[in-house]
């Protein structure tokens, strides 16, 4: 048994490692980024153009160093890039800014002494009024057609349900029996992020413009979606799960309507699969909204359908766009719609006709998701057909862009122009490959150190992403190019089972993951090391999530690799099915049956059962707070590793869930344990087991 002293003195030092890494970022080279530049970089976020198409105010945030935590304030530029500042918004953190149907007011959510209010700007004499004094936060503010109403969702809590009768002796007074017992009968008891659910459910509202009492529009234990409203102002509709099942069949949600005035609930859509993000067109005749039938598949393309306003007539629009539709807008002609999507790790907006013609309209939407290039972006819409998006590279994270069919996209603002304008980035280059497996085409990127020279050797670094139905493309990416000023090539790309690349493609690894990603991935390195530039003898693998059961599954098969670090893993199917907070998804999608009938298939797909064949020093991470890929699964990983006598060491993130580095010294921190541990075993130390 390894004492516990032993332990302390393998994770103390492996702390020395990662302090050792933080200190060389951040006394070398001046011109490279450093961990603490982190705290310099800040991001465009929902961007919202006015009506008119003049100006738009979006959310600029960035990191407090003193709070270590994200902050957010509203600003405004014009359309033509001119007058970049800041709108006076009481209390922090601004978001959610909305404009009037007439463009002369804004609303925003702020808060305030720690709560969450609704504020109103009138923007031509910058006064503001906090419309609301609410208990919970409100979320997907909309304005009625007529500007006098608003309407807005938020959590209502509901008394708990009384435990049954378990007598218990009186308390003697002035005992002190702990905190009260946790009495759970529910499936869903948990979310990462948000701890132990309180009971109560997500609530439609609408208010008067002029402030008051919010008033409920829907009832009933169901969670409901954003509100939007109908042309004409007397009712709304919005997505949601209102089935006796729901909490079994988590992706079978509807399209409703309810009344303004109140009244029955009316359910528009009836199949079994997801049916979200309803719009109603200009002239109130048709509802778009994005879905699925479900097929019970690991992924599902999500397509854009129109339905007349009644619920009849549904059809599918984006038949023959075989990406997911993540987003959508009318035109204020009704001829069609703008949507977002993704395509071979490139976010793009287009317009779609009603018949489903595609015409792309921007690319590199994007730069939402600071530390790893993964998609996500945000658009609105002017009256006029002009857009307002987050637009991303690889050397940026979001800034504003505006847009206008026809015309070249236009770039707004550059955040970050004072920190790059001193640093040199690592260049990115895309590449493709094909997999020893299938010889299908795969896509990644490589990303080089600053300064590099094609006649030297450098180490590599594979990185691989989460998801696993998720894409990283060309994208900024923090960690990324930490890795890169550390003087590693970065390898990122996107296996089978990625998004962006349509249903077969995601598809590749329903049921059967991991496992021939596998060969995707080696084959990248491969590729990679061919260019001649690479130490073959100083190989290096990490990822995230399912980048970390990747991660697993590769030590598990191979030696190659120097050295790994597995974040946030799964390592045992069967135990993860049963203490994730998505129960009713992972068995019923992801696998063929439950673990108790299916046992075989779960433990051949699972990293545990190979851990016998690892020889490669690796260290486990997680978040101690992680709801998603609990701590248990790292430690299952951490101690096998262990009792095989393999180099190995846990890094364990206090009060993080499972977006590990949703702190700026998270963030730091996991770059600088991550190059810490390499720096271990980089360029032929010992590979032997010191404790």
């Known amino acids: 048994m390894t004492s516990p002293f032993k332990v302390c003195v393998t994770i103390g030092f492996i702390g020395m490692s990662a302090a050792s890494a933080l200190s060389a970022q951040n006394t070398g080279p001046s011109d490279r980024l450093s961990l603490r530049d982190l705290f310099e970089l800040e991001w465009a976020a929902d961007p919202q153009i006015s009506p008119d198409g003049s100006r738009v105010v979006f959310v600029r945030s960035g990191f407090d160093i003193m709070t270590d935590r994200t902050t957010s304030r509203l600003w405004m530029v014009n359309t033509d890039g001119s007058d970049l500042r800041p709108l006076r918004a ?33 923007m031509d004499t910058g006064q503001e009024a906090v419309l609301t004094h609410l208990e919970e936060s409100p979320g997907g503010l909309s304005w009625s057609p007529d500007g006098q109403t608003i309407a807005f969702s938020m959590f209502v809590p509901a008394p708990a349900a009384p435990p049954p009768t378990f007598q218990m002796p009186d308390q003697p007074e002035g ?3 702990g905190p009260p017992i946790k009495f759970i009968d529910g499936l869903n008891y948990r979310a990462d992020g948000g701890g132990y659910l309180k009971p109560g459910f997500e609530h439609i509202f609408t208010l008067p413009v002029e402030g008051g009492t919010p008033r409920q529009l829907t009832s009933g234990p169901y969670d409901h979606g954003a509100p939007h409203w109908s042309p004409d102002g007397r009712s709304i509709v919005f997505s949601a799960n209102r089935h006796a099942d729901g909490e079994y069949q988590p992706r079978n949600s509807d399209i ?57 007539g549904s059809r599918i629009v984006s038949g023959t766009l075989d990406r997911d539709v993540d987003d959508l807008a009318w035109a ?18 287009a317009r779609i006709s009603l018949n489903g013609q595609v015409t792309n309209l921007v690319n590199g939407v994007g730069g939402l998701s600071l530390g790893r290039p993964y998609s996500g972006g945000a658009f609105s819409v002017s009256r006029g057909g002009r857009l307002a998006f987050t637009h991303t590279a690889p050397d940026h994270p979001a800034d504003v862009g505006v847009a206008t069919a026809g015309q070249e996209a236009h770039r707004l603002t550059s955040l970050n122009a004072d920190l790059f304008e001193t640093k040199a980035l690592g260049s990115v280059e895309e590449v493709w490959w094909q997999s020893s497996y299938d010889q299908r085409r795969i896509q990644g990127w490589i990303v080089k150190p600053p300064g590099f020279d094609p006649q030297k050797k450098y180490p590599l670094m594979l990185e691989i992403h989460g998801g696993p139905f998720a894409n990283y493309g060309v994208r900024f990416s923090a960690e990324i190019q930490l890795y890169a000023a550390a003087g590693y090539v970065v390898l990122y790309t996107n296996p089978r089972g990625s998004t962006s690349y349509g249903e077969e493609f995601g598809n590749l690894i329903h049921h059967d993951y991991p496992n021939h990603d596998y060969e995707d991935l080696m084959s990248g390195v491969d590729e990679v090391i061919a260019k001649g530039y690479i130490d073959s003898s100083n190989l290096f693998v990490t990822g995230g999530s399912g980048g970390g ?25 069967y135990s993860f099915a049963l203490n994730s907070d998505g129960p009713a998804v992972f068995s019923r999608y992801w696998f063929s049956g439950k673990p108790w009938d299916e046992l075989e298939e779960y433990m051949r797909r699972s990293p545990i059962s190979y851990v016998a064949n690892v020889k490669t020093p690796t260290m486990v991470m997680v978040g101690e707070e992680d709801y998603r890929t609990p701590a248990s699964e ?3 990983f951490y101690t096998a590793l262990k009792l095989m006598k393999v180099p190995a060491a846990m890094v364990r993130i206090p009060d993080a869930s499972h977006g590990i580095a949703s702190k700026p010294s998270n963030l730091m921190a996991k770059v600088a344990y991550i190059l810490g541990w390499f720096e271990k075993y980089r360029g032929g130390a010992s590979t032997s087991d010191d404790g």
């Open 90 to 122: 009481p209390g922090e953190n601004a978001r959610s800014p909305r404009w009037s149907p007439d463009g002369t007011r804004l609303l925003f959510v702020s808060s305030v002494e720690g709560k969450s209010e609704i504020f109103l700007r009138w």
């Open 175 to 177: 005992a002190n029996w």
């Open 256 to 312: 409703y309507e309810i009344g303004v005035s109140g009244g029955a609930v009316k359910a528009l859509t009836d199949r079994i699969g997801p049916d979200d993000n309803p719009m109603i067109s200009p002239d109130g005749r048709l509802i778009a909204y994005v879905g699925f039938d479900d097929a019970y598949q690991g992924y599902q393309v999500a397509r854009l359908y129109v339905m007349n306003r009644d619920g009849s």
């Open 332 to 349: 204020a002609d009704g001829t069609g719609l703008f949507i977002q999507y993704d395509d071979e790790g490139d976010t793009r907006i």
């Open 549 to 573: 059961v990747l991660t697993a599954w590769i030590v598990g098969h191979t030696t190659r690799f120097r050295a790994a670090v597995v974040a946030k893993p799964v390592i045992n199917w």
């Open 634 to 636: 790292s430690e299952q």
